[in-house]
């Protein structure tokens, strides 16, 4: 599941399709959307003393093997098969309704406890050449952990390798500590998203000292986009691992419950750093506002400053194109038969000017404006 994305590719995240159930479907319905891949499945199954790991494995052999270890990992990535959601619904007792829910992406983060086992559902961010968000459904019973993507990705990689040693707390409890360390890896796929955003926000913060542009706001306001929309998915990501630490009592041990603290206490972080971010992208754009709207100052200023200059000119073009006739009255502008008449006044218009801009020069209103422009223009920005 991907989510939106801005023009000019300013957003760090795609745009995908959303799947909903149909209109007045019955509650339960499975319905599998035409672009979900064929399912795969890796099947781990472990205890203190044994693993067996096996890939491209079939619903068969997940049956086969139910019940021979004290933990059964079942890790299906896609959603193209409904057969399969409903062999597994049987095979492991899930409710229709928790099944819907893995189809129908994509959902708020959420747990919800049902007879003999819990249903997680919450988004990660999968990180590529594009990058999107996916949602991860996870059943979790007493002696199994089923774990459902949409599609592949290497997040639970490590979670394998931990798997290969005995003698680790991965190996030695029980399901609960499982599905900890699973949403453990998902929570903090969330860091490297965050650390570039931050980096975009620094990079932007140095660009816009040397003056705005259009391309700055284009990407602030594409990281104002991405913040939003994960503190959107991660706000009930912390509801969630909150409810897993304080409730569910008859499959979380005490000792598992203090792991989850930790992860409650890293959505936190993530929580806080992105309220950080928010901030400091409100604050760049109102800087960046403040700034044009100083650059919008300056050239009102100069249109200003030409007006003022060309106010006496026009009165004194103005005034000697009245076209009185010298000749009827002496009072009737007898300057024009003067013989430097005409170059008196070119000479008086340009000293009336040449005053004006010595006045504005020392009042200082000339020499900021030219620093601010030019500096503009060095930069290729707009004004």
């Known amino acids: 599941m991907t989510h939106h994305s801005h023009n000019g590719g300013t957003s760090m995240f795609t745009k995908g399709y959303r799947r909903k159930s149909k209109p007045a479907a019955r509650p339960g319905a499975i319905h599998i959307p035409a672009g979900a891949i064929k399912p795969t499945i890796r099947m781990t199954c472990y205890g203190p003393a044994e693993l067996e790991d096996k890939q491209n ?11 021979k270890h004290p933990v059964q990992w079942v890790d299906i990535v896609g959603m193209g098969d409904e057969t399969l959601f409903e062999q597994i ?3 492991f007792g899930i409710h229709r ?8 992406i994509p959902q708020r983060a959420k747990v919800e406890n049902f007879k003999d086992h819990l249903f997680l559902v919450c988004q990660f961010p999968r990180h590529g050449k594009k990058h999107t968000f996916e949602q991860a459904s996870f059943f979790v019973g007493k002696d199994f952990v089923i774990s459902w993507r949409e599609h592949p990705s290497d997040c ?15 190996r030695d409890m029980g399901t609960d500590y499982l599905m ?12 490297p998203s965050l650390e570039r955003i931050g980096d975009q926000i620094d990079r932007i913060d140095v660009e816009l000292e040397g003056g705005p542009s259009r391309p700055l706001i284009i990407r602030l306001h594409g990281l104002r986009h991405d913040l939003r929309l994960l503190r959107r998915i991660v ?17 979380i041990t005490p000792e598992t419950s203090i792991y989850l603290r930790d992860c409650h206490d890293h959505v936190v972080r993530i929580i806080d750093s992105l309220e950080s971010y928010r901030e400091a992208c409100s604050d760049l754009r109102d800087f960046y506002s403040t700034e044009v ?16 200059i060309f106010i006496p000119l026009s009165f004194m073009v103005g005034l000697y194109g009245m076209n009185f ?36 020069r020392r009042k200082g209103w000339l020499s900021s404006f030219t620093t601010v422009n030019n500096k503009s223009h060095a930069n290729g920005e707009i004004p």
Not at 180 to 191: C, M, Q, V
Not at 331 to 356: D, F
């Open 57 to 67: 494995c079939t619903f068969e052999d997940v049956q086969k093997m139910r019940g």
């Open 89 to 91: 619904g049987k095979l």
């Open 97 to 104: 309704l928790a099944l819907e829910d893995v189809v129908n």
């Open 156 to 170: 639970f990689d490590t979670i394998r390798d931990r798997l290969q040693f005995t003698g680790r707390a991965l």
């Open 180 to 191: 900890y360390a699973l949403l453990d890896a998902l929570i903090d796929s969330y860091f």
């Open 235 to 251: 706000w009930p990501l912390r509801d969630a691992v909150d409810s897993l630490t304080n409730r569910h009592e008859w499959l």
């Open 293 to 308: 709207g100083n650059r919008m100052n300056e050239v009102m200023k100069v249109l200003t400053i030409i007006s003022t």
């Open 325 to 360: 006739d010298p000749d009827v009255s002496s009072w009737n502008m007898p300057e024009l038969k003067w013989r430097y008449g005409y170059p008196a006044v070119l000479l008086l218009m340009s000293g009336v000017t040449i005053g004006q801009l010595l006045f504005f």
